[in-house]
């Protein structure tokens, strides 16, 4: 299946990148094929700092399809290391912020591939804490009690 074969999920006329994605916006296209569109990002937090995006609407990781997650991330598993090369990094991060309260700007799935140096003090402290005795416990088991695989 082609992605212009998604009924339904096309375009929001109203998305960014759904005008990025139809030619509406300019960008600076880093791949391009029939499901994904990668694109350097406008407001970058490292050069070379790449936006990776689905050619069909989906706001958020849960929404999206697995098979056109899997798109994505097979193109930004592929581009990563090529970014890094080009930029001469030292690593990468790839994330996918879920919802405003995560930091997602814009309400299409969308994965960030950013180049990292040692000692470039992006994310410099990770906000890691500890779980009280039996918390940890008490929050798997209601994860695991609403667990639902399958769509």
């Known amino acids: 299946m082609q992605?212009?074969?998604?009924?339904?999920?096309?375009?929001?006329?109203?998305?960014?990148?759904?005008?990025?994605?139809?030619?509406?916006i300019p960008c600076v296209k880093i791949y391009d094929d029939s499901w994904v569109l990668a694109f350097l990002d406008i407001s970058p937090v490292s050069d070379g700092h790449t936006l990776?995006?689905?050619?069909?609407?989906?706001?958020?990781?849960?929404?999206?399809?697995?098979d056109v997650v899997s798109r994505i991330a097979d193109c930004a598993s592929k581009i990563a290391p090529v970014i890094v090369t080009a930029?001469?990094?030292?690593?990468y991060n790839v994330l996918c912020n879920n919802g405003s309260a995560a930091?997602?700007?814009?309400?299409?799935?969308h994965f960030h591939v950013i180049p990292r140096w040692r000692g470039d003090k992006v994310f410099a402290r990770w906000p890691a804490g500890k779980y009280e005795p039996g918390r940890a416990e008490e929050i798997a088991d209601r994860i695991r009690e609403n667990l639902r695989f399958g769509r």
Request: hydrophobic share 45%.
């Open 103 to 109: 930091g997602q700007a814009v309400d299409h799935i």
């Open 52 to 66: 990776v995006v689905p050619k069909v609407h989906f706001a958020t990781l849960d929404q999206c399809p697995t």
């Open 3 to 24: 992605a212009a074969e998604w009924a339904g999920n096309m375009a929001d006329n109203g998305c960014i990148f759904c005008r990025i994605v139809a030619g509406e």
């Open 87 to 91: 930029v001469d990094a030292d690593g």
